[in-house]
Nanobody
Framework: QVQLVESGGGLVQAGGSLRLSCAAS????????MGWYRQAPGKQRELVAT???????NYADSVKGRFTISRDNAKNTVVLRMNSLKPEDTAVYYC??????????WGPGTQVTVSS
């Protein structure tokens, strides 16, 4: 009953930037946690960054200082701004919508590729 639409993935050179966006629609809830996870080839899915509707954020140590997560609660949208990208950031990035009834919900995934 919740759909997540992702956008912003692509190919970028090391040191470049990308902006990922995720919009939730359907039976949305005012209190929630939205964020991004990623899965690289041969690796397990890992947390990148999350943000609650109350404004608290959480980041993986590997992206602190480079990535910034923000929310627009009125639009049910979360944005991940990724700067100083590294080849090791290459992965499929998945939007996550959690701490809601019936959740967590996952987006289909968007590919981020960082070349050397």
């Amino acid at each position: 009953q919740v759909q997540l639409v992702e956008s912003g993935g692509g190919l970028v050179q090391a040191g470049g930037s990308l902006r990922l966006s995720c919009a939730a629609s359907g039976s949305i809830f005012s209190i929630n946690r939205m964020g991004w996870y990623r899965q690289a080839p041969g690796k397990q899915r890992e947390l990148v960054a999350t943000a609650t509707s109350g404004g608290s954020t959480n980041y993986a140590d590997s992206v602190k200082g480079r990535f910034t997560i923000s929310r627009d609660n009125a639009k049910n949208t979360v944005v991940l701004r990724m700067n100083s990208l590294k080849p090791e950031d290459t992965a499929v990035y998945y939007c996550n919508y959690a701490l809601v009834p019936g959740g967590p919900y996952w987006g289909p995934g968007t590919q981020v590729t960082v070349s050397s």
